[in-house]
């Protein structure tokens, strides 16, 4: 079984400051990691994604992420927020064997302040 | 990317009465979709896997005959809710996966949702 820890429930932080959003996984098989942002009333859009290869993965609206194998960690980054970056976000994990459950943690909300 | 188009968007029902929900696949085939569910301020939970033409999987925990899912084509899943209870009130997500490109394709794509109110 896989399971999703996202140790921030809440991250409050100024426009134009650099914000982490932590995720660690466990999986008894290997997986695939995602981090979708919802806003409210809405459904999920994925930011990005890591497959396979380079461990730093570049998404939409500037985010990236690092996979730490060692770690089992997958961290979400961007160097400058905006107010328009205010949402919650999920990370998620895929097994890469029959069925592709995705299983989702809890959601950190990022609150981005004037 | 495929869209997914969940609908309706919101329902508003009476206690004991049942309500559907669809989600189709757009541009792409879908023999996996999935549903959700969450709560205020919570995550996802995984109700159930949708194959076409085949019995859904449900989560351990899950009424299978609370919530009925029928997958009856390539690109079209239903969930109903039946005798909906104001319990039963919650955000309904559905995803899928495009059938084409089949283990290759690893990312899901989400419908809105659906905001279901039982009064």
């Known amino acids: 079984a896989q399971s999703v820890t996202q140790l921030d429930s809440q991250v409050p932080v100024f426009e134009e400051a650099p914000v982490e959003l932590r995720c660690n996984y466990s999986?008894?098989?290997?997986?695939?990691l995602f981090w979708y942002v919802q806003y409210p009333n809405q459904g999920l859009q994925l930011l990005l994604k890591?497959?396979?290869?380079?461990?730093l993965v570049k998404g939409i609206n500037g985010f990236e992420a690092e996979f730490n194998k060692s770690q089992t960690s997958f961290h979400l980054r961007k160097p400058s927020v905006h107010i328009s970056d205010t949402a919650e976000y999920f990370c998620?994990?895929?097994?890469?064997?029959?069925?592709?459950?995705?299983?989702f943690g809890a959601g950190t909300r990022l609150f981005v302040k004037a | 990317g495929a869209v997914v188009s969940q609908h309706p968007s919101r329902v508003i029902c009476k206690s004991g009465t049942s309500v559907k929900i669809e989600c189709r696949s757009l541009?792409?085939?879908?023999?996996?979709m999935f549903w959700y569910r969450q709560f205020p301020k919570q995550s996802l939970m995984l109700m159930a896997t949708?194959?076409?033409?085949?019995?859904?999987?449900?989560e351990q925990g899950v009424e299978k005959d609370k919530f009925l899912i029928n997958h009856a084509s390539l690109t079209l899943s239903t969930l109903t809710v039946t005798s909906a209870h104001p319990e039963d009130s919650s955000f309904y997500i559905c995803?899928?996966?495009?059938?084409?490109?089949?283990?290759?394709?690893?990312?899901?794509?989400f419908g809105q949702g659906t905001r279901l109110t039982v009064v």
């Open positions: 949708s194959n076409e033409g085949s019995k859904a999987t449900y």
């Open positions: 998620a994990v895929t097994r890469n064997t029959g069925g592709f459950k995705t299983i």
């Open positions: 890591y497959l396979s290869g380079s461990t």
């Open positions: 999986s008894s098989v290997s997986v695939y």
């Open positions: 995803s899928a996966r495009d059938r084409i490109s089949g283990h290759l394709n690893t990312e899901a794509f």
């Open positions: 541009d792409f085939q879908a023999t996996t």
